[in-house]
DNA sequence: TTGATTTAGTAAAACGTTTTAGCTTTTACG
DNA sequence: CGTAAAAGCTAAAACGTTTTACTAAATCAA
């Protein structure tokens, strides 16, 4: 049984197609059709329960309605969450999401890129990491809303949404020192990109206008793509050797993982070190003691991403890009 | 700057449009084309970057090597790790993924399934909800490859792959059983989806098997849009009111707010009752003391997922409908 | 050498829309 | 009444592919 096509309708209205079309996409008045015809186009077409194909729909006026996401790792509560939140917003306005984790691999990323391209998404939300500056200028010499979030690449001028990390990092590091910790170390990754560079920044710049020197030791970075078992084993190393205590850790796996390890080493949260993690995380709340934290405002974020994308999508001519630094709060348990 | 199409590459590769399809499509050999035009011509492909327009594809072969996914809330995660094991697998088959959120709304579901299939996806993964059996009926009488997962719709003859939520929920009865409780309370959600009702089945049978009455009044049902906070008011009126003695909570979201409540009626866990979860979540194991829990296999169930749908894909002719339990593993923690 | 077969390729239809450019018919106005 | 403008509608091109049905030349078998 095929679907119906707007041939079915005009058909059994007994008007043309492009009567029919003009119906559907509400330029009837414009175009000075009937109210009559009108009507009887609708009632046939809400009878027989027609939807117009998207992909013809697509293929002659050349967008698609949907809005490619590109995020590291979708399974992570914060990319999750935001997607949910972005997905929500748009699908409010008609637009659909279609999505993909890049694993932080460059070609995973430019692949990805490629196929979004080859579907004709209308706008590209996307989670960027080094190595694709190229691929994303093309997307936006082709005039395609490009929306980069939670971490930027300095090199290009895009439209940005994110945290201030700097600043946030800044913060709880200022937190640990006014609680008088003195070993204060920062568990991050080794990935090379903006916001956890920042992060690393904000908690040197810390360190300095307090007067206490940095300790390379006390930084640790933990390959990405690294199983958890090895990252645990060097944290391990960490918490072990040194008097550690105070620690920041740069995101929320990676504090998951260090809970895990302060747990097994018999540390007393608070007590024996105080810990700060990133990205709120139910764990953190839920943790005896709970854990504080430095929380993104997920809802904002979105919210401001979709708000540029459909600025964008409404315009007829280009929008000036815009960085959007949001404040991230440090969220303070006990 | 257009983007290029197959007649660009037609034209300067001095060839037929035909042709370069054939090359494109790999029936180069079978339609006797040469060597050296095949050559040429994937050459000319290569330096020019030409990628063929999947929109255009998709209009004149019908199918879009999309498949769709339809889930309660991808920011749970149970699905959003589900969501990236089945991304993963597709993604290496040239499938990609576009996905949706339910929010549990029959209308929401009814749009979102009319919206893919206007968007011609190749198959349908979804967790569904009562309310949504016609319109899946509809799709399976179109010939598309649908598999229900983690919930399924018992009138409907459909592939389905699930855990065996039953044996589960009456093995962690058991458990709390063998270990002298008496006062078992079950937690769970109101919304009437198989695998839910299954694991209030599970509870009660083995209650029943050891001879423990039924309390009504231990089975707390918790309306599914609520907002949290409610959720904790109706929560703390059964711990505080009822000696309960241990609590199976039937989502994880549902142990999560449990957790809070019993954290600020200063309950001890394991001391004062016991607890399990159900579908894992890195705050059960984190927790102090860590929470006993239900685990699905979910490598397992997206694997299967994947593989029943690349199965019937293959296949010239409709397979028969499988139903796959797979079973879940109690995890004991203390 | 002839007819059949294979090789190497192509023209054009089709997929289901949107949109441009146009054609009648009606209305309005002086 | 005559003509210009408006109302009401449509034919056909275009979007970029895949695929069917075809042709022309080369090869083969007898």
Redesign the pocket.
């Known amino acids: 049984m095929?679907?119906?096509?707007?041939?079915d309708i005009a058909l059994k209205a007994?008007?043309?197609?492009?009567?029919v079309?003009?119906i559907?996409?509400g330029?009837a008045k414009e175009?000075?059709?009937?109210d009559?015809?009108i009507k009887k186009v609708q009632k046939i077409i809400a009878d027989s329960g027609?939807k117009?194909?998207q992909i013809?729909?697509s293929?002659?006026?050349g967008n698609s309605n949907i809005i490619g996401l590109i995020v590291e790792d979708i399974s992570n509560s914060f990319f999750s969450r935001i997607a949910r939140l972005i997905e929500d917003k748009a699908y409010k306005k008609g637009y659909k999401i279609i999505y993909s984790s890049t694993e932080n691999s460059i070609e995973k990323a430019q692949e990805l890129i490629n196929m979004f391209k080859s579907r004709k998404v209308d706008a590209y939300i996307i989670s960027p990491i080094r190595g694709i500056e190229e691929d994303i200028q093309i997307l936006m010499n082709e005039n395609k809303p490009v929306i980069l979030f939670d971490r930027n690449l300095p090199e290009l001028n895009t439209n940005y949404v994110g945290a201030n990390h700097f600043v946030a990092s800044h913060q709880a590091i200022e937190s640990f020192i006014r609680q008088g910790k003195k070993q204060i170390a920062l568990v991050t990754t080794d990935i090379n990109v903006q916001q956890i560079v920042e992060r690393a920044e904000g908690y040197k710049k810390a360190l300095a206008d307090h007067g206490i020197s940095f300790d390379e030791e006390l930084l640790l970075k933990i390959p990405f793509n690294q199983v958890e078992a090895d990252t645990i084993k060097q944290m391990k190393r960490l918490f072990q050797s040194k008097k550690v205590d105070a620690v920041l850790f740069a995101t929320n796996y990676l504090a998951i993982s260090g809970l895990k390890v302060l747990k097994e080493l018999g540390k007393k949260i608070n007590q024996d070190l105080a810990v700060i993690g990133y990205d709120d995380h139910e764990a953190f709340e839920l943790h005896t003691p709970s854990i504080s934290t430095i929380q993104q405002p997920l809802e904002e974020i979105a919210e401001t991403i979709i708000k540029l994308i459909l600025n964008q999508l409404a315009s007829k001519n280009k929008l000036p890009d815009q960085q959007i630094i949001i404040p991230a709060k440090l969220i303070l348990r006990h």
């Open positions: 095929k679907a119906l096509s707007i041939k007994k008007v043309s197609i492009t009567t079309s003009f559907i996409n330029k175009k000075s059709i009937s009559a015809v027609y117009p194909n013809a729909r293929l002659r006026t």
